[in-house]
């Protein structure tokens, strides 16, 4: 029909080839939006993948409907693009890469589950697409389980002042705050501060003032905004790349070889945690097969495929010279993990730190 009105309208004739070729694009393209398109198959396939995912990441999505549906309709297309080779472009991977680093790693293994099965190679630019379903879901999901805070709040103003305190904190933050307390310091007595999740000040001078309080302005300037976001968040203290590195974990100096330099972090971890080298590295080689561990900015980020260490840990390589990672990027830091076999933790969390790390063009300039 399109090629007939474009004959007409131009006085040309076509090829039967070309409608043929039109033809898959529009079904390697096509958006469905019903789930009655998909197959018994195809849903089998889904409900693989995300099982894959729970062994690998300890993370159970089998039960989100709206999440297998999404992936569903997603790879209906893609499997019709990839048959015909005619994978899709996008423009948006290294920030999709850098801003949702572990819906990337649950991409990747959707894509190593597509090759093993169809015995199609996915590009990097189609997985990052994939990437985004799973970090709508998951950001739902976290959202979900995120609990309301008991928020505390010190005033050192004036009680005019305190009520303006209030009234911003309250209307900015009224979605995540629970309970939500303000008194002024000749008040301090009367109140149990273990009661709350968080404490804010407007001064950190008197002695009454608990340690754990936090400072903000008497005017909730958007410094101050960003600390109680972060507090109501769980990123301020809870879960950070730093909670699992160490200074004896960090290597710095030159390598030219990509798997010399994660034999060498493996055998810092190995070192300080007293397990098995082989298994470690081999593991991390192992995840490497399916490629896709750099992350743009000059970062890489390499791991276990299992989990191979009691406790979860991060090794860093800080190199002088720009390392051949892959064939279209170079290094200069590399941040290894290894998600431990006795910890279930928040990797949403962790990750979510890891991408603020990697996606900061001045820190990683700077470092």
């Not at 079904?27 to 195809?42: P, T």
């Not at 001064?203 to 936090?214: F, N, R, V």
């Not at 301020?236 to 990509?258: A, F, P, Q, W």
């Not at 991060?314 to 998600?339: C, F, Q, R």
Request: proline share 2%; aromatic share 10%.
């Amino acid at each position: 029909s399109i090629y007939r009105k474009l004959c007409r309208k131009y006085n040309i004739q076509i090829n039967e080839n070309e409608i043929y070729f039109l033809a898959i694009n529009l079904k390697g393209k096509k958006n469905y939006h019903s789930a009655n398109v998909i197959s018994k198959e195809m849903d089998t396939f889904v409900t693989r993948i995300l099982l894959e995912i729970q062994r690998q990441f300890q993370l159970d999505l089998t039960l989100n409907a709206n999440l297998r549906i999404a992936l569903a309709l997603h790879l209906i297309p893609l499997l019709t693009r990839l048959k015909y080779n005619m994978q899709l472009t996008n423009d948006m991977k290294d920030e999709i890469k850098a801003s949702f680093p572990f819906a990337y790693e649950l991409s990747v293994i959707t894509s190593d589950m597509i090759q093993n099965t169809y015995h199609y190679a996915l590009s990097d630019d189609e997985i990052s697409y994939i990437a985004i379903h799973f970090s709508n879901h998951i950001e739902q999901l976290y959202q979900q389980k995120k609990e309301k805070k008991k928020i505390l709040i010190i005033s050192c103003a004036r009680s005019s002042n305190s009520l303006l305190i209030y009234s911003k904190i309250q209307k900015k933050f009224v979605q995540d705050i629970n309970a939500f307390t303000i008194i002024q310091m000749d008040k301090l007595d009367s109140i149990t501060p273990d009661e709350f999740d968080a404490i804010l000040s407007t001064s950190l001078k008197y002695p009454k003032i608990p340690e754990k309080a936090i400072k903000i302005s008497e005017y909730i300037d958007e410094q101050d905004c960003k600390i109680i976001s972060s507090l109501l968040n769980d990123d301020y203290e809870k879960i950070h790349v730093k909670n699992y590195i160490t200074k004896e974990l960090i290597y710095e100096g030159r390598l030219n070889d990509k798997n010399q330099l994660l034999k060498k972090l493996c055998e810092l971890a190995a070192q300080k945690y007293n397990f098995d080298l082989s298994e470690l590295l081999a593991s991390v080689l192992e995840r490497e097969k399916l490629g896709f561990t750099s992350y743009g900015n000059y970062v890489a980020v390499p791991h276990t495929m299992t989990r191979i260490s009691d406790e979860t840990f991060i090794t860093a390589g800080l190199l002088h010279t720009p390392l051949k990672w892959d064939e279209d990027n170079v290094v200069y830091l590399v941040i290894l993990i290894s998600l431990g076999k006795k910890e279930n933790h928040d990797l949403y969390s962790l990750y979510s730190s890891l991408s603020k790390l990697i996606s900061n063009k001045d820190f990683i300039e700077t470092l």
